[in-house]
């Protein structure tokens, strides 16, 4: 399996990160897509995708949440680190309207110049939308006939927005969410309308751990060895044998990522 969602630049991993690679790894996650949120947490996640080579990989950008500390000297350093060998795509970028971390204008701009980059160097996107549809929709679809390749990450929004993503040939990230009675049951209907070869899975661990794992873990963090029960929950929904549905994800994360 392939975690194309891993925080694994949290704090809280660091005393234990060697342990949480190797007890994914038992369970069957031989690679992890570190996501790089700002430029301190893009430049660690590169740093960690060499410490750990073999199962490795980073994504490069700056969360809609940091976006007010976008600018133009921002921008040239992001563009740096888009040109390292262990980058796999731009971002976490996008918009979330939920939170409002960042004024919304300042979402728009580094979101558009995030655009920018990944038609520059040909990069996939990792995106990121939450109660921003409205907005986020239209300018994804002006810049998607240049883009190389789109997933719409931890996607927890309505049929609609999903329907708009897929028109678009957008890859669709379904996080353990789907697993919440209270907030995720919107999702098990949907994901029979995500086709096998636009699904991607992740854990964006050290948050959203799967609420009906059991027995219940003593720690809240979540880690990307709950990937497994993650596909094994879609795909009972779907009806599908588990490793079926989850070899569907390892060539879908392969083929998005370029990576062996």
Not at 29 to 35: K, L, N, P, Q
Not at 108 to 127: C, Q
Request: glycine content about 4%.
């Amino acid at each position: 399996m392939i975690d194309i969602g891993a925080n694994l630049t949290h704090d809280s991993f660091d005393k234990d990160r060697d342990t949480v690679i190797a007890e994914a790894q038992a369970v069957g996650v031989s690679h992890f897509i570190i996501t790089g949120s700002d430029l301190h947490c893009s430049a660690k996640a590169i740093n960690l995708a060499h410490q750990y080579p073999d199962c490795c990989f980073a994504t490069a950008g700056i969360h809609p949440h940091h976006a007010a500390d976008y600018s133009s000297s921002v921008l040239a350093e992001l563009k740096q680190l888009l040109c390292e060998d262990k980058v796999v795509a731009v971002g976490e970028t996008g918009l979330d309207y939920f939170r409002d971390f960042s004024p919304r204008p300042q979402q728009m701009k580094s979101f558009e110049a995030h655009i920018e980059l990944a038609v520059e160097t040909s990069l996939p996107m990792f995106l990121h939308q939450r109660d921003a549809h409205k907005d986020f929709l239209p300018v994804l679809k002006q810049h998607r006939d240049h883009i190389s390749d789109v997933v719409v990450h931890c996607f927890t929004d309505t049929k609609e927005a999903l329907y708009d993503y897929l028109d678009l040939d957008c890859y669709i990230g379904i996080t353990g969410w789907i697993c919440d009675e209270r907030r995720g049951r919107h999702l098990i209907p949907l994901v029979h309308d995500i086709p096998l070869n636009r699904f991607l899975i992740e854990t964006d661990s050290p948050y959203l751990m799967p609420r009906n794992l059991k027995p219940k873990p003593k720690s809240r963090r979540n880690e990307p060895k709950y990937l497994p029960h993650i596909a094994e929950f879609i795909a009972q929904q779907l009806n599908c044998d588990t490793q079926t549905f989850i070899q569907h994800t390892v060539t879908n994360s392969q083929r998005f990522f370029s990576i062996d």
